[in-house]
């Protein structure tokens, strides 16, 4: 089962997320006579974290209960405020460039995976990670060309360094989405003098406005998930399908960038990656956010992250 990080009368708690209702933690170990440690963290609950098998206990019970039962359990998704599932990760870090098509589209040519390697980029954790439900906000300071990226998101659940590919997807807690908000033409200081590298830091600060990481609504455990080369995805613009793609499109699938990553970076219980994103940006199309608007972005099997913009 999907597992959730919500606020409800006043606390944070974690619980099970069933689309539409959250069965909190809490509730389903006292129905179940089961033990858990208390907790407002997902990591303990996850793959790799202390707390995973008692959870698993909980799930198998949870299942032989009827769909009415579950639902006396739970209380409506509409009724709590859900949160980012992981609150302060040590890093975020995101993938460019990291499927053919939506290089193609921006008028780029894809290399082979053997010829290249993944471009990575950081976002401040604390003033982009926003909530799901809580607004996109667009940045006064350049407002006119603000796009989306849905993406997969890595939740690391064990510390690597130095993993191979084969062995990464072990270090992994779970998945989830996120929305890569970019602003495409920022260009701080009309009136400066040109240097060599200023169209590479403009993309890079276009990405680091805040509200511009939104995550969730829930993480896929990584050990209920059988192939995260093998998800859908889709995401819509008050409606209106935007991006329509798969995960198998990635050129460096998820073991290959923890990889990467972790031959040159320790990475931690809690670090996010996210993966890149498909064709179907509005910068293709000339497309943009505008207050007022409303963006769903799905991933097959975890969920759909909602976010209003203003």
């Not at 009415?68 to 992981?86: C, E, H, K, Q």
């Amino acid at each position: 089962m999907r597992l959730c990080r919500f606020e409800h009368d006043g606390q944070t708690q974690v619980g099970f997320y069933l689309d539409d209702i959250v069965i909190p933690l809490s509730s389903a170990t006292e129905s179940c006579g089961i033990e858990t440690d208390a907790t407002d963290s997902l990591l303990p609950l996850l793959p790799g974290g202390t707390g995973r098998d008692s959870v698993l206990a909980i799930q198998s019970k949870l299942n032989e209960l009827p769909a009415a039962d579950l639902t006396a359990l739970g209380l409506p998704t509409g009724s709590v405020r859900l949160l980012v599932p992981i609150p302060a990760p040590g890093k975020l870090m995101l993938l460019a460039g990291n499927y053919a098509k939506h290089i193609e589209e921006g008028g780029g040519r894809a290399s082979e995976r053997a010829r290249t390697f993944p471009y990575v980029f950081m976002k401040p954790p604390g003033t982009t990670l926003t909530h799901p439900g809580d607004p996109i906000r667009i940045p006064e300071i350049s407002p006119d060309h603000i796009d989306w990226e849905l993406e997969l998101g890595v939740i690391i659940g064990k510390r690597c360094k130095g993993v191979s590919e084969a062995d990464a997807l072990g270090h992994v807690a779970g998945y989830t989405v996120i929305n890569d908000i970019s602003d495409r033409k920022f260009k701080p200081n009309s009136n400066r003098e040109e240097r060599d590298k200023d169209g590479f830091f403009d993309w890079l600060h276009g990405k680091w406005h805040d509200t511009f990481c939104p995550c969730g609504p829930c993480v896929l455990p990584a050990d209920e998930c059988t192939d995260p080369q093998a998800l859908h995805l889709t995401l819509k613009v008050n409606g209106e399908v935007e991006q329509d793609g798969s995960t198998a499109e990635m050129v460096f699938p998820v073991a290959a960038i923890i990889e990467f990553i972790s031959s040159y970076v320790t990475l931690e219980p809690g670090d996010i990656i996210s993966t890149g994103t498909t064709a179907g940006v509005g910068a293709a199309k000339n497309k943009y956010l505008h207050n007022g608007d409303r963006v769903d972005a799905g991933i097959e099997n975890i969920g759909v992250l909602t976010n209003p913009v203003v």
